[in-house]
C-alpha cells in the first residue's frame, strides 16, 4: 500500500506506521504473502481533443514560455522536454527538481530573464507544476494578464488553482510532451529570434547538485 501511494497520482512520500506487535513479532516466512503485480507503470495519456488544443496554442504564439516542475522529474521527462523545448522554439524556466532536467547550456535554457520572459509571453505552458508563491499565484505583475495558460498536470486539484488555465492536460509530462510538437511545429517561424535571445544579458545557470 506504502509503495503504491508512493507512486500513484502525484508521486510523493508515504508515512508507514507500523504496531510495536508487529515490528517485533515474528512470522513463518511459508505461512506469509508476498504479493506480486500490485502496481502498475502505465502513464496517464492526455485528452487528444485537449492535446489538440494545446498544440494549437503554441503553434499560434509569438512568445511562448515553458515552464516546468517536479512532475518533469518524477515522470523521467528530461529528454522529451528538452526535444519538445528545441521543437517549438520556446524558452524553459525550471523551479523545485524541475532543475537540471534541461542542462544550463542547452539553448532553450533560460534562468536570469525569467521576470522579463513571463510578463511579455503570450503563451505559458506549465508543465509539471503549480502557480504558487515562486510564480506569484498566476497574478500580474509576475505573470502577464493577457497570457494564455495551459497546465499539463497529474494532478487535478492543481488545475485551474489560482488561475484559470486555457487549456488543460490530465496526463504525466512525459507521455504528454512529444504529442504537444507535431512535426509542423518544429522551428515555429512564428516565434520572432529576437524573443529567444530577449536575454543576451542572460546569465548561464549554475547547475544545481542533488544528494545521493
Known amino acids: 500500500m506504502a509503495f503504491r501511494n508512493v507512486l500513484a497520482g502525484k508521486p ?14 515474528r512470522v513463518e516466512e511459508s505461512k506469509d504473502l508476498f504479493p506480486t ?19 494549437e496554442l503554441m503553434l ?42 534541461v542542462p544550463s547550456d542547452h539553448p532553450m535554457a533560460f534562468s536570469y530573464s525569467r ?43 492543481e488545475i485551474g488553482r489560482n488561475r484559470g488555465a486555457i487549456s488543460v492536460l490530465l496526463a504525466i509530462p512525459k507521455p504528454c510532451s512529444p504529442s504537444l510538437s507535431p512535426p509542423s511545429m518544429e522551428g515555429n517561424a512564428l516565434t ?3 524573443w529567444i535571445s530577449c536575454g543576451k544579458h542572460r546569465r548561464k545557470a549554475k547547475p544545481r547538485m542533488r544528494s545521493g
Open 12 to 25: 510523493g512520500p508515504a508515512y508507514l506506521e507500523t504496531p510495536i506487535s508487529v515490528a517485533f513479532g
Open 37 to 55: 503485480n500490485y502496481r502498475t507503470e502505465s502513464r496517464a495519456y492526455g485528452d487528444p481533443d485537449y492535446v489538440q488544443q494545446a498544440a
Open 60 to 101: 499560434k504564439a509569438h512568445k511562448p514560455v515553458v515552464m516546468a516542475g517536479g512532475g518533469v522529474y518524477w515522470s523521467q521527462a528530461s529528454e522529451a522536454l528538452q526535444e519538445f523545448v528545441t521543437a517549438v522554439n520556446a524558452p524553459v524556466f525550471l523551479n523545485g527538481l524541475g532543475r537540471g532536467c
Open 115 to 157: 521576470r522579463q520572459a513571463f510578463r511579455e509571453a503570450d503563451v505559458i505552458l506549465l508543465i509539471g507544476t503549480e502557480l504558487d508563491f515562486r510564480l506569484n499565484y498566476g497574478r500580474p505583475p509576475t505573470l502577464s494578464a493577457d497570457a494564455k495558460i495551459i497546465h499539463v498536470n497529474i494532478d487535478s486539484s
Open 192 to 194: 520572432p529570434i529576437g
